[in-house]
């Protein structure tokens, strides 16, 4: 059966992108969404936006690559030589943002003291609410709060489950304002209760004895202590909620689904784009990364190698223009299953890239 044309990326649909104020990358894990998320930054840069990449797992090539010596949770700008504009880049610190979170929301400088010294706090602050989402959300709103930048990139974390994700904000005022905490405000009550629960009274009542032991906290006070101070927070957590909301569908914001041409990438983008389309979520398009782009060989390659060395080449040769048809028919079959415009083709690299040269290289590809 005679193939379709030349697959072909939709390069007036990146360019829309690129001129958003917000992008929010999202894909599963290991389909290279952190470099894509970069890439699109430093292309922004180069055209001359003011520009910020907030990176949830940075490795150190791509710290290398951006040209620093860290990354943390502050703004590092990178140094971009002959760029039309700047470039900041920043890792997600969970804890320190919650810790600068708390400070902003709580009603006086006194609660926030006292939250941030609560040593349950100290120790749950880096696991609350499913802490990487929420506090990639949080950063977000804090950037947009700077209006220093005129794009935001945001390289989710891998995520199966997009709503999940993008729904932290709400879900994290919501516990703040259930019943759960309400019950642990006085948590004697644990203590309390019928006649018929008097074993399960006495042994729990056992296992905080020891813990307090074991741990030197007194649980029962520290834990009334923290749910209580919480209490009063719930009113800035679902403000900062309902504008992490509108943000994320205001008309300046795009996603982008990074994929791979694997069939299970494949599938998971299809449903990343039905779960955003479903909530309201404004989809730019996908980009795929990792794809093999080997055209059919000329009759005449390899002519001027030596019989046996040539057809060892040419058999090679074909061994990737197969995987080429593999990743086009399932890009193709991706387009057919929905109507999301794919943005780029990024070819798989032989290495990531690991200065910013490459990365530049690399932009220019996407651009």
């Known amino acids: 059966m005679a193939r379709e044309g030349a697959l072909r990326a939709d390069a007036a649909g990146l360019a829309r992108l690129l ?20 890439t699109l930054a430093l292309a922004a840069a180069r055209r001359g936006r003011p520009t910020a990449v907030i990176t949830v797992d940075p490795s150190r090539r791509l710290k290398d690559a951006l040209g620093l010596d860290a990354l943390a949770s502050e703004p590092r700008r990178v140094p971009l030589a002959g760029a039309a504009a700047p470039l900041d880049a920043m890792a997600l610190d969970t804890k320190r943002t919650f810790d600068h979170l708390i400070a902003r929301v709580a009603p006086t400088p006194e609660l926030a003291e006292r939250i941030l010294a609560n040593r349950l706090y100290q120790e749950l602050s880096s696991e609350l609410g499913g802490s990487s989402e929420y506090m990639a959300m949080e950063k977000l709103h804090e950037l947009l709060g700077l209006d220093r930048y005129a794009l935001i990139v945001v390289d989710t974390p891998p995520s199966a489950d997009v709503r999940e994700l993008l729904s932290a904000p709400l879900r994290m005022s919501e516990l703040l304002a259930s019943q759960a905490v309400h019950f642990l405000k006085s948590p004697a009550s644990i203590l309390g209760g019928s006649q018929e629960s008097g074993l399960a009274r006495a042994t729990l009542a056992a296992v905080l004895r020891a813990l307090e032991r074991w741990t ?28 992490i909301r509108d943000a994320l569908h205001a008309a300046d914001t795009s996603f982008a689904i990074v994929t791979s041409p694997e069939p299970n990438t494949v599938a998971a983008s299809l449903d990343f784009d039905a779960e955003l389309r479903a909530g309201g979520y404004p989809v730019a398009g996908v980009i795929a990364n990792r794809v093999h782009r080997f055209p059919p060989l000329a009759a005449t390659a390899g002519a001027w190698a030596a019989p046996p060395l040539r057809e060892k080449l040419r058999a090679n040769y074909h061994d990737f223009a197969a995987l ?20 780029a083709i990024v070819p798989v690299l032989e290495e990531a890239p690991a200065s910013l040269d490459a990365l530049s290289a690399l932009a ?4």
């Open 19 to 38: 001129a958003q104020r917000l992008i929010v990358c999202v894909g599963t894990g290991g389909v290279g969404k952190t470099t894509t998320a970069a």
């Open 216 to 243: 030197g906290l007194h649980l029962l006070s520290e834990l009334a202590d923290f749910a209580g101070s919480f209490e009063q927070l719930v009113d800035g957590f679902r403000a900062r909620a309902a504008a």
């Open 324 to 343: 080429a048809r593999r990743d086009d028919d399932a890009l193709r079959a991706l387009g057919r299953a929905s109507a999301t415009p794919l943005l």
């Open 364 to 367: 220019a590809r996407l651009s």
